[in-house]
């Protein structure tokens, strides 16, 4: 097989567990053909970007990865990525001692997979000499030995000629591609050009007092109360959070201009696509240009009033641009540690802490890792790095001296510090190493800074009068105490007006299934806010009233169950605004093959109506419907869009037709005409609480995607009919049909 170009931004989008098949589907990725090698790219590559070539000898069943390492592409890709983004360092390459290198000359060879896993294989890989790190992954051995480079340095094949001509010729197409896709995107026949989507469609351009009298009575209680004491809104996805914050933000700057009083008013959001949403929100209501309100994600906030970010020329980078990107790209680095501390220093430690961390550090089991790794993310940001602790001489002394509150995560021992702030130490040198800051630690900096007399002085004018929150519920405990100290008049309580959705967790935005593991809290702070109004939304304007009466029934269907504050809201007072629709249909198909056809035959007959998600509910199913969506979108009479990410979310929002396929998880945010569920998987009597809760949680969210339509598609092979289902069709929420029987 001829030799492959590749880049890093290629290799992770291909190690989210997208199928091969699916590359001529995907809005990022493009292949291309060159005379002497094939080149992988992304839309946003350049000629500049480091290169990794790939000696494809081995690669007979795939064109990723090498034969015996097929069944593992997402994470030998992923390890690939994160091997060349270390070979791009000044200094010496050192690897995380889980990845067993040894070198010789250019040559370092390192596991390619996890240990224990594939037969131990290790790459053999070369760093090419010059300024752009590029690197060569020759093949795989299975020798431990440094002689093995050695050997290979003597009897090393040439690099293919002419492979870096075909680099530039593909990048050169990147342009053209570009308007192929936008030109894919747009067939003549589909109108793709509508309003961004929302909540209650806040961009449709109607006017503040034409909006002000379509909302509800409980919207209206909440834009019109007293701005005296800080204020939590809650509901349910569709019930209009977004909208009422936008109003009430607007409503307070028009009472302010009219007794022409100066206010300062900030929304905050959790990520710049939230950001955006907003800001277009405040535009459409046809009032000019707001000057009196900043719409910022939290990050950025910090990163223009924190002194030590200003002129900072460390050369450090920031690891995402909001706290969403940021707190993903702290997980991998988490991760990462975690990994190696395990296979080195844990023995050290193990005896000695108690038994509930040990059984965690010693679970093999990848939910319970990602698990640990948020509770640390949580520990070293909202913790250590919040009370200014750096390693040093007296850290940990002052660390064991911190108080604990019960959103962290239960240390029940000196022992069990001592190990935690021995992988924040590890975890700090990697950030070092690799020139990265988070955006935990520019908060925690922020912090500090909020706190000193010069900061007092400045926020008579840099702070704000009222502070609109939306999506509180994702927000660290670091990052709700940043908030306290963003108002204006240190003589009060700050306002804070928090938009909640209590099913939603940070949590499982990042780390899907694996939350069901955490043991720190999501657990709402509001210390120093003063006293709280709560204020929740009845009505939901998403879905019609036959989608919510089985959003109703999946929730009503385990009463006995502990499904804990997520599932907090009243759903018997809550209504649907949407003109009736069709009664959701459940398809049972003979077996999978059946299944898929169904699911096609839905995609031709929905897809003029508007746009259409396939939503998967269990994410272990990922790539059976990925190699789906691949089939679909070859035919060339649809546009598909796949997402494996919440950052793959963007630019979706705007297509009025289309079929998006993706992990339900993901969906979020985003608002379809008709919905396709798949991939539910069995909620059998003898699952634990946990798991449970996770399945129909992202149930539900499949299900509140919908506006109008919603087909769920089950197959005998997979066990048929789920109960909570079955029961749906017999109390006449659901129709069932009989699906296809080959």
């Known amino acids: ?357 040990r059984v965690r550090f010693d679970s093999p089991e990848i939910n319970e890792r990602k698990a640990l790794a948020w509770d640390l993310l949580v520990e070293f940001g909202s913790v250590i790095g919040a009370a200014a602790i750096f390693p040093g001489a007296g850290a940990e002394a002052r660390y064991f001296q911190l108080p604990r509150a019960t959103w962290m995560l239960p240390l029940e021992s000196r022992d069990d510090l001592r190990v935690t702030f021995a992988l924040y130490t590890k975890y700090m040198a990697n950030l070092d190493a690799r020139a990265i800051l988070t955006s935990d630690q520019v908060l925690a900096d922020l912090l500090s800074h909020l706190e000193t007399h010069a900061w007092n002085r400045n926020r008579r004018t840099q702070g704000y009068d009222l502070i609109f929150v939306d999506e509180f519920h994702l927000f660290s405990p670091l990052e709700r105490q940043v908030l306290h100290y963003l108002s204006r008049d240190v003589s009060m309580y700050p306002r804070v007006f928090m938009a909640v959705d209590p099913r939603q967790s940070p949590s ?58 997520d599932w907090d809201i009243n759903f018997s007072a809550v209504e649907s605004a949407q003109q009736p629709g069709e009664v959701p249909v459940l398809s049972v198909a003979a077996s999978r093959p059946a299944e898929e056809i169904d699911i096609a035959k839905a995609v031709q007959q929905l897809y003029q109506k508007g746009r259409i998600a396939l939503a998967i509910v269990d994410p272990r199913q990922w790539r059976r419907f990925s190699e789906l969506a691949s089939r679909i979108g070859e035919s060339g009479k649809f546009h598909v869009s796949t997402v494996q990410s919440r950052s793959d979310v963007e630019g979706l929002r705007h297509r009025g037709r289309g079929l998006v396929v993706g992990p339900a998880e993901y969906l979020a945010g985003l608002q379809f005409d008709s919905v396709l569920v798949a991939g539910v998987p069995e909620m059998r009597i003898n699952q634990t609480p946990n798991e449970r809760t996770r399945s129909l949680s992202l149930l539900y969210l499949a299900l509140s995607r919908a506006q109008r339509e919603v087909r769920v598609y089950v197959n005998e092979d997979d066990g048929g009919e789920v109960e909570v289902l079955t029961r749906a069709v017999a109390n006449g929420i659901m129709k069932r049909e009989r699906g296809s029987l080959v």
């Open 508 to 565: 499982e935005a990042f780390i899907g299934f694996a939350a069901d593991e955490t043991r720190s809290s999501s657990i709402a702070m509001y210390d120093d806010i003063g006293e709280i109004t709560n204020f929740e939304l009845a009505t939901v304007y998403r879905f019609t009233p036959q989608i919510l009466d089985l959003i109703k029934h999946v929730h009503h269907e385990f009463p006995t169950l502990d499904l804990g504050s």
């Open 1 to 357: 097989m001829r030799p492959l170009v590749t880049t890093v931004r290629a290799l992770k989008e291909l190690a989210t567990g997208l199928s091969p098949d699916a590359i001529a589907a995907s809005p990022l990725l493009l292949e291309n053909a060159g005379k002497s090698v094939d080149v992988l790219l992304t839309l946003e590559d350049t000629e500049k970007d480091q290169r990794i070539v790939l000696i494809r000898d081995e690669f007979s069943e795939d064109r990723f990865v090498p034969r015996h390492l097929v069944d593992l592409r997402p994470e030998v890709l992923s390890r690939v990525a994160s091997f060349a983004e270390r070979a791009r360092t000044t200094g010496p390459l050192t690897l995380p001692r889980g990845w067993h290198q040894y070198k010789h000359n250019n040559l370092i060879a390192f596991f390619a997979v996890s240990r224990g896993s594939a037969e131990a294989s290790r790459w053999i890989a070369e760093l090419l000499p010059g300024d752009g790190s590029d690197i060569v992954l020759w093949g795989t051995t299975n020798s431990d030995k440094k002689a093995a480079l050695e050997d290979f340095e003597l009897a090393k094949p040439e690099m293919p000629t002419g492979w870096e001509g075909d680099w530039k010729a593909a990048v050169a197409n990147i342009p053209e591609r570009r308007a192929q896709r936008r030109r894919a995107a747009t067939p003549p026949d589909v109108e793709i050009l509508m309003p961004p989507l929302g909540e209650q469609s806040t961009t449709k351009g109607w006017s503040y007092e034409k909006w002000l009298a379509s909302i509800t009575d409980d919207q209206r209680s909440f834009v019109e109360a007293s701005t005296g004491k800080s204020i939590r809104l809650r509901g349910p996805a569709g019930s209009g959070k977004t909208l009422a914050l936008t109003l009430k933000a607007t409503r307070e700057v028009r009472k302010a201009r009219q007794a022409s009083v100066d206010l300062r008013v900030l929304m905050v959001t959790h990520s710049w696509s939230l950001a955006t949403d907003v800001a277009d929100s405040l535009d459409s209501m046809g009032m000019g240009l707001f000057q009196e309100i900043d719409v910022f994600p939290l990050l950025e906030i910090a990163k223009t009033i924190s002194p030590q970010y200003a002129n900072d020329d460390s050369g450090f980078s920031l690891a995402g641009d909001d706290s969403l990107s940021g707190k993903q790209a702290q997980l991998d680095q988490i991760l990462e540690v975690l990994d190696e501390f395990i296979v080195g220093d844990w023995i050290t430690y193990r005896e000695r802490v108690t038994e509930g961390l």
